[in-house]
T-cell receptor, first 114, second 115 residues
């Protein structure tokens, strides 16, 4: 069966510090991968998605970047965190890019920027 | 731009009460519709989805949702809730015919069922 992992589970970082959040998927190959963020009082917002190694699409301009160095690894990064980067970050995967395909979500990382 | 509205942010019900959570979307084209649920301590997971055909779809654990195209709505219902239905519920849409599986979520509804 497939599983998705995210770490760390929680993170408190000062403004201006770097960020690296990791997501890995097991039990499948060539998944589509997604990064979402939920800020306080807002819905889940798609930040990045990837259909393959090294292929990243950004949905909103922001202080964050994403990379996919391996087939089942998806990394969310920032060089300098802003207060507005605080939120709950969710990684998800789907078998295909087909619009009707179910997305499977990880446990999330709660990031607080102080 | 596409958007999803969930007007009920926090709902409190007693066991055996009926549930209806509202979801309205804004989009100029045809959409696919989803309800996801996050139980306490668990991952966000799919509850049900609608692509085409019968506008009344049934999901897991006795939930159902009805797509009303004229109202741009996809409300979630359950005739009799249980304490175990306590969770946060998210409505989501994506564009039919889109090249990628990109979901747009609502802000979520937190449901608390009292025993």
């Amino acid at each position: 069966s497939q599983t998705i992992h995210q770490w760390p589970a929680t993170l408190v970082q000062p403004v201006g510090s770097p960020l690296s959040l990791e997501c890995t998927v097991e039990g499948t190959s060539n998944p589509n991968l997604y990064w979402y963020r939920q800020a306080a009082g807002r819905g889940l917002q798609l930040l990045f998605y990837s259909v393959g190694i090294g292929q990243i699409s950004s949905e909103v301009p922001q202080n964050l970047s994403a990379s996919r160095p391996q087939d089942r690894q998806f990394i969310l990064s920032s060089k300098k965190l802003l207060l507005s980067d605080s939120g709950f970050y969710l990684c998800a995967w789907s078998r295909d890019r087909v619009e009707t395909d179910t997305q499977y979500f990880g446990p999330g990382t709660r990031l607080t920027v102080l | 731009a596409q958007s999803v509205s969930q007007h009920n942010h926090h709902v409190i019900l007693s066991e055996a009460a009926s549930l209806e959570l509202g979801c309205n979307y804004s989009y100029g084209g045809t959409v696919n519709l989803f309800w996801y649920v996050q139980y306490p301590g668990q991952h966000l997971q799919l509850l049900l989805k609608y692509f085409s055909g019968d506008p009344l779809v049934k999901g897991i654990k006795g939930f159902e949702a009805e797509f009303i195209k004229s109202k741009f709505s996809f409300n979630l219902r359950k005739p009799s809730v249980q304490w175990s239905d306590t969770a946060e519920y998210f409505c989501a849409v994506n564009a039919k015919g889109g090249a990628t599986n990109k979901l747009i979520f609502g802000t979520g509804t937190l449901l608390a069922v009292q025993p």
